[in-house]
């Protein structure tokens, strides 16, 4: 019996962390679509990024209705809905690249982040409690490692597909006329249509499995004993001091991890690094992440706990940081992108600690972390508003005092939660 139910908690983490390979594989296109949709529309750099802005602004405005969805529907059928969601987003992107409008293809990556939305609210307090807590955060970077790969192929497919011959394709643009200009730019945005109708197909055969599959029903706001007397008084989330600088901590941690992703292409590229070769650099910085995790799965409990943890990533994040903005070229590139190594530990830290203790509010606190994840949409649309008033290297001082209040929240939080 014991081994049935090894072998049955091993299988709904294995389904789990297909749902973040898929998490990993969308979200991270916004590297290779950024750049791809400023050609293809022309855009600024400014407007460019309301590509990030339009995707996690949705995690603002629909993690409260996910939470009341996932109530009426349950973990299972909710996340079976997300992806059914994302396939709508995905279709959007073919009637946009037929007409070139980008509030097309920025509605298309909104209705995809209302789907992520409603999967992120169920599968992340799910696989939190798939376990004992102690070890919440090394099932956590399992799942990163899922999200991980998914995030390093992304990049890579998409722009051999999209951006292959970028660097040329800009240097005919220049010289060509309005009318050939035009026929060279709705070229380009039809590439993106097939890879997208690929991604429909696997959005929808996803759903149905998730839909079919054996996946236990956990109840996420369960008591122990000591929650229920510590929460007796206890009204409303507001109560939960740990918890709301927790979501704070996410929303600048989001920032942080997506100016790290999106916007090493064009930093790169204002540092003199080719066109075709600074597509790799967004998936150099996932593959630094992946390398976090591993560290995480092998080092968490065993050798240090999940606020050392966050601590050590904290700092990491600055000095990095630091490194890249006192140095030029190749060398603050790859600095940029061993963000993405500070980067790894801190979700998988930060998301017990905030959740730790909320009993029946568990959901609605997983809520208000989700909606943090807007974090992703505000700063890099700052990051890019400062690089193109100042430039691109000076933007990342921003980044700066991010990692510094995560260095706080992992200092206080059990002491602010234990008050």
């Known amino acids: 019996m014991k081994n049935k139910i090894i072998l049955g908690i091993n299988s709904d983490i294995l389904i789990i962390g297909i749902l973040f390979f898929i998490f990993g594989f969308v979200t991270w296109l916004g590297s290779i679509l950024i750049p791809y949709l400023k ?71 909104f209705t995809q982040g209302a789907g992520l939305t409603i999967l992120q609210s ?21 799942m990163g490692i899922s999200n ?39 070229a380009l945005a039809s590439r993106v249509i097939f890879p997208y109708i690929s991604m429909m197909i696997m959005l929808i055969v996803l759903a149905l499995l998730i839909y079919f599959s054996a996946l236990p029903e956990l109840d996420t706001d369960e008591e122990d004993e000591a929650t229920t007397a510590a929460n007796e008084n206890k009204k409303s989330i507001l109560q939960f001091p740990h918890l709301l600088l927790g979501a704070l901590t996410v929303f600048l941690y989001v920032g942080v991890e997506v100016i790290a992703v999106d916007t090493i292409f064009s930093y790169a590229t204002s540092q003199g690094v080719a066109v075709s070769q600074a597509t790799y650099f967004a998936s150099f910085t996932i593959l630094n992440m992946l390398v976090g995790y591993v560290i995480g799965i092998i080092c968490i409990p065993r050798f240090i706990n999940q ?28 600095f940029i992108s061993l963000l993405g190594l500070a980067n790894a530990l801190i979700w998988p830290s930060i998301w017990p600690l905030a959740i730790n203790g909320l009993g029946r509010f568990t959901k609605t606190g997983s809520s208000l972390l989700i909606m943090a994840i807007g974090g992703g949409a505000v700063l890099p649309l700052v990051y890019g508003r400062i690089a193109e008033d100042l430039n691109p290297q000076a933007a990342y001082w921003m980044v700066i005092p991010c990692y510094l209040f995560i260095l706080f929240y992992a200092t206080s939080a059990n002491k602010i939660r234990t008050r």
């Open 148 to 186: 991980g790969i998914a995030g390093v192929m992304a990049p890579i497919i998409l722009g051999a597909i999209i951006l292959s011959d970028a660097d040329l394709l800009e240097q005919k643009l220049s010289v060509l006329s309005a009318t050939e200009r035009i026929a060279e730019l709705e």
């Open 39 to 109: 050609i293809a529309c022309e855009l600024t750099t400014f407007e460019s990024y309301l590509v990030a802005f339009s995707f996690y602004i949705s995690y603002s405005i629909m993690a409260i209705p996910s939470s009341w969805v996932l109530r009426k529907t349950g973990s299972k059928k909710g996340m079976s809905l997300g992806l059914f969601i994302m396939t709508l987003g995905t279709l959007l992107f073919i009637p946009a690249a037929l007409t070139r409008l980008y509030p097309l293809f920025l509605f298309g990556l």
């Open 307 to 334: 606020n050392r943890a966050l601590k050590l990533s904290a700092i990491a994040g600055v000095a990095f940081a630091l490194i890249a903005l006192f140095t030029e070229a190749l060398t603050s590139v790859i």
């Open 122 to 142: 169920a599968s992340n307090p799910y696989i939190t409690k798939l376990g004992p807590a102690e070890s919440a955060a090394k099932r956590m970077s399992i």
